[in-house]
């Protein structure tokens, strides 16, 4: 087994580490782990994260220096001691004493979760090695669907009630979408563990869309768990929690503590006598295009947790020990003090679903809505004792924050464009109204035409910079503002007022556009840095993508407008089919499949699929989403107001709801 190790490692790794000494000292430290009691099972499921080369260019220090396993923890608790939860009895990784962290740490995660090996070897939980070194101390159970446990979730307690969910009839349309879903199903050690990007046929050269990409899978997720099947969600889950970056290292570029991966790939590789075993192999963005941090990721990760809590009732996934610490190392990632001034999240371009240089770097909404909704499902998930009490509080201050910034800051109606149109600039005061030092020029004639007349209509703008408003609609930032309540009540109606007053421009043929309008001409040459995947008009850059249809079938539910998804639903069914499923539409009124756009595109699929299974059961839709929270409000530590800093009141936090 441990040769079996040294040939993954040698096959997969040897290229990223700096030099030959730090690559002897993991060899070394291998045959340490085969000293050690953590001898593995049959199955070894083996998850790729990326190791430090830094630490083994000292050689000296491997020894003498705190253990790679004990620095981890160290530093969580240097960091911030009440956040983390160490595993007790956990000792040093690599000193001379033989003792297995590993070991240990199996047997408390044990108490956690039921497990069996991908064997089925019910006395052994499976160990994901990590390259054998930096083992994220944490096990995963046996990801197969285990009826007892099932059968455990008391009724009561089950989120969701199913009651008249089965037995609704599939049309001809739902039927192929359910079996090219299933035809998309990724299987690791025999279970399936995700979908891959896009599935044609007639495809040759993939890319990287034949892997699984966490944001992709979460309406395929929503469509498996909407339909009984929670299986596969759970695996996900327990799997990429496996992917998380474990250590924060900068030199080589190896990604930050807490991290997600954009996607991952099950690869089969070779062991001697024709035998094979499969890894998963992740990519943290060093493998992307324009090698973009998928910081989305494990904002999708924590609401894909909750959802999976809300739909099964199975909550205890969400309480196990490594999940709890998964939940924390994400929240801690993007709860990290830096330079910033504001309490939304400071991001690269290209974060997110937009994975291309598209002007978004800075506060885009989508990453704020992203990360209000993940912060909210958090707060919900976190197991409230004396060492989460920090993280929480923490949480809640920085929600309250966040929903006060960009309510007050982020929102233009008709107003308010006025008010900017007749800012005066240059303010040096506490009390400026012009706080970002907006220059009244960036008005542009296509706003002031756009926006709606009415008071009842508005959007959130893009983004947020000093002396920069990006007043482009993006949907999927100011859909998650619906849905997870960071927008008020009456803005949040007022989006959808928007979007049907505005219908020919956001859905005309297909929806929904992913952003309106597109950048031309010079924009486009500076923003995009010319790029010719993001044309005006197409893909990123003002393209048509229907995977954005579920969250604004789930939006529309939550405002009580159902009826405005069932339209889209209804447009987007008419063409899906026939155009066999893209993943984007072109034109201003998305009236062509996308110029590059890949075919059979799982999210596209899924996602139509979960519109359908939504609208047939608003019920289970209202578990997704969050109601306005007034003790947040309420709660709410400080105000940015014309007068400066102050305290809120319960009056601050009423007149917010009404704004
Ligand atoms: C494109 C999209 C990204 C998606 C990926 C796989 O890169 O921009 O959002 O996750 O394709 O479908």
């Known amino acids: 087994m441990l040769d079996a190790i040294k040939l993954v490692i040698n096959n997969e790794h040897k290229k990223a580490f700096c030099n030959l000494r730090s690559w002897t000292l993991i060899m070394n430290a291998i045959t340490f782990l085969g000293n050690s009691t953590m001898i593995p099972s049959q199955c070894i499921l083996r998850a790729f994260t990326r190791i430090s080369p830094s630490k083994y260019i000292r050689d000296t220090s491997f020894r003498s220096y705190p253990s790679r396993f004990s620095s981890c923890i160290n530093q969580y608790r240097n960091a911030d001691s009440d956040r983390i939860i160490r595993p007790t009895n956990a000792v040093p990784f ?92 990724v299987t690791y050690c025999d279970s399936p563990v995700g979908t891959v990007a896009a599935k044609d046929p007639t495809d040759t050269t993939p890319s990287n869309y034949d892997q699984v990409f966490i944001r992709d899978f979460v309406p395929s997720a929503l469509a498996f768990l909407l339909k009984g099947e929670s299986e596969i969600v759970r695996n996900f889950l327990l799997h990429t929690l496996q992917l998380q970056s474990w250590e924060k290292t900068v030199d080589c570029y190896s990604p930050g503590q807490g991290l997600m991966p954009a996607s991952f790939k099950v690869r089969t590789l070779p062991l001697e006598e024709d035998k094979f075993e499969e890894v998963l192999d992740p990519d943290f963005g060093e493998a992307a295009i324009g090698r973009v941090a998928p910081v989305d990721s494990g904002l999708w990760w924590i609401i894909l947790l909750r959802a999976y809590g809300k739909i099964t009732g199975d909550y205890s996934l969400q309480e196990r020990i490594d999940v709890q610490t998964g939940i924390k190392m994400i929240a801690n990632l993007c709860l990290a003090d830096g330079f910033d001034m504001f309490p939304t999240l400071l991001v690269t371009d290209g974060s997110c ?109 893009g983004n947020l910079q000093p002396a920069h408003m990006d007043f482009r609609f993006f949907t999927l930032g100011n859909l998650w503002s619906i849905i997870s309540s960071l927008g008020t009540p009456k803005q949040n109606q007022a989006i959808l007022n928007l979007v049907e007053e505005k219908w020919d421009d956001l859905v005309g043929h297909m929806p929904l556009k992913i952003c309106y309008p597109a950048l031309e001409s010079s924009e486009w040459h500076i923003i ?120 809120c009141s319960r009056a601050a936090a009423k007149s917010q709801i009404l704004i």
């Open 94 to 185: 690599c000193t001379d004493r033989q003792s297995s962290v590993t070991a240990q740490v199996v047997s408390e995660a044990r108490s956690h979760s039921a497990s069996t090996t991908c064997a089925n070897d019910t006395t052994l939980d499976q160990i994901y090695t990590k390259n054998g070194l930096n083992v994220k101390p944490l096990v995963v159970e046996r990801l197969k669907r285990d009826e007892k446990d099932e059968e455990a979730v008391n009724e009561d307690e089950k989120g969701v009630k199913r009651d008249g969910f089965e037995g609704v009839k599939c049309n001809d349309v739902e039927e192929e979408a359910w079996r090219l879903l299933r035809d998309s199903i």
């Open 353 to 461: 679903m937009i994975d291309r240089r598209m002007g978004i770097h800075g506060h885009p909404l989508e990453i704020q809505a992203l990360f209000y909704s993940a912060l909210r499902s958090s707060r919900e998930m976190i197991t409230v004792n004396d060492s989460s009490k920090n993280i929480i509080k923490t949480i809640s201050n920085r929600l309250s924050a966040l929903s006060f910034h960009i309510r007050e800051n982020y929102w233009v109606d008709k107003n308010k464009i006025n008010e900017i149109y007749r800012y005066k600039t240059e303010e040096y005061s506490m009390d400026a109204t012009n706080k970002f030092n907006i220059y009244p020029e960036q008005v542009s004639p296509w706003l002031m035409d756009w926006v709606p007349e009415s008071p009842e209509s508005g959007f959130l703008i």
């Open 528 to 647: 995009t840095g010319s790029d010719p995947k993001n044309t005006p008009w197409s893909y990123h850059n003002g393209g048509s993508w229907p995977t954005l249809l579920w969250q604004f079938t789930l939006a529309c539910i939550k405002m009580g407008r159902p009826e405005l998804a069932e339209k889209a639903v209804t447009l987007a069914e008419k063409r899906l089919q026939a155009d066999r499923w893209p993943e984007y539409y072109d034109t201003r009124d998305g009236k062509f499949i996308g110029k590059q756009s890949r075919l059979y595109q799982t999210w596209t699929i899924a996602g139509f699929l979960t519109s359908k299974q939504l609208l047939q059961n608003p019920e289970i839709a209202s578990s997704l989403f969050w109601e306005e929270d007034l003790e947040l409000l309420e709660s709410c530590v400080c105000v940015l107001t014309k007068s400066g800093r102050k305290k």
